[in-house]
């Protein structure tokens, strides 16, 4: 099989083809056909490392796991013997996990990874992109426990974790305001943000307002800047907080008593089918920018971590 492997870390033409044996699924596993699998920031910044500190978990020196990525889309192949929830033939998608893997022609998963069956409403394409962006919103947005009525700020909202926070914010009854390029503000109208505003109008002195969440997606606005804008009692949630701010963040929120969203998300197969169920119904849009094949992995990780995406960004893998 096919499969994108990064033996060091650096910039992205450190991704490389290469073939590999097709693995065997366990007692406990099912093996997937992955028709497409996405590049998010998560990919770059585990490459590169950034931060440095990535080392600590993904390998001092090189990635201990090759394989990049960490969702997909496909069809199961094999199954081991002792699987009972899934068969061949099963079109599924999920998430990888810290496992990754995903940037291959299959993979071997336990049953129990963050996996399940994908509506016939929803292409592979959509199925790839959809674990990411739309998984780690839903878990900050419970976290916030968002009631109807409520005003968000989404900081970044054209990018994946923002078309799925405006989608899912906007479900559960709250108010959008959506900050990104001019370029990006009929996409974000388009899924349900109510007003609009350009990065140099949220940091301008006129820009007073205060809201109930201030959602930041991109890791670009500091914590000063996104207090100005809480309402007392309010959520700051930093979806993409580089460490030093995880610990500004964590002292601020104990010594000021401030309620500030930021960390490792949990991924549940539940989250999965609440996304999966919303979708299929038409209540929710898969955001999709741009499409690569497989052995286009070098100029994919480049676009993206450029930081202009709407959306997300698939890899067309097996087909």
């Not at 590049?39 to 090759?66: E, H, M, Y």
């Not at 370029?183 to 109208?189: A, D, I, R, S, T």
């Not at 820009?207 to 309010?234: A, M, Q, R």
Request: one cysteine or more; charged letters at 25%; hydrophobic letters at 40%.
């Amino acid at each position: 099989m096919k499969v994108i492997t990064a033996r060091k870390y650096g910039p992205p033409e450190v991704l490389q083809l290469e073939e590999w044996e097709t693995p065997s699924p366990k007692k406990n596993e099912i093996r997937v056909k992955i028709y497409n699998t996405s590049v998010n920031s998560a990919d770059w910044r585990i490459r590169k490392p950034d931060p440095n500190l990535a080392r600590l978990f993904f390998g001092i020196t090189k990635l201990k796991q090759p394989i990049l990525g960490g969702s997909i889309s496909g069809v199961i192949d094999s199954v081991g013997e002792n699987i009972t929830k899934f068969k061949i033939g099963d079109k599924i998608f999920g998430s990888t996990g810290l496992g990754m893997g995903a940037y291959a022609e299959s993979i071997c998963l336990p049953e129990s990874a963050v996996i399940t069956i994908l509506p016939k409403e929803i292409s592979f394409p959509e199925g790839a992109a959809l674990p990411f962006g739309s998984l780690t919103a839903l878990d900050f947005i419970q976290r916030c426990k968002i009631q109807k009525n409520q005003t968000m700020v989404i900081y970044g909202a054209s990018s994946s974790v923002g078309t799925a926070a405006i989608q899912l914010a906007k479900h559960f009854g709250a108010k959008i305001t959506a900050v990104c390029s001019k370029g990006n503000f009929e996409l974000v109208k388009s899924i349900g943000a109510d007003l609009v505003m350009d990065y140099e109008e949220f940091h301008s002195d006129s820009h007073n307002k205060t809201y109930d969440v201030v959602f930041e997606c991109v890791g670009k606005s500091s914590i000063p800047s996104n207090l100005k804008h809480l309402t007392k009692g309010g959520n700051l949630v930093l979806v993409a907080a580089p460490f030093k701010d995880m610990f500004k963040a964590a002292w601020i929120s104990f010594t000021r008593k401030i309620n500030i969203k930021f960390g490792p998300i949990a991924e549940t197969i539940d989250n999965l089918k609440f996304l999966a169920e919303l979708t299929k119904k038409g209540n929710f849009k898969v955001i999709i920018d741009r499409s690569y094949p497989l052995e286009k992995m070098v100029e994919a990780h480049r676009y993206v971590e450029a930081g202009h995406k709407k959306g997300n960004v698939v890899i067309h893998c097996a087909t």
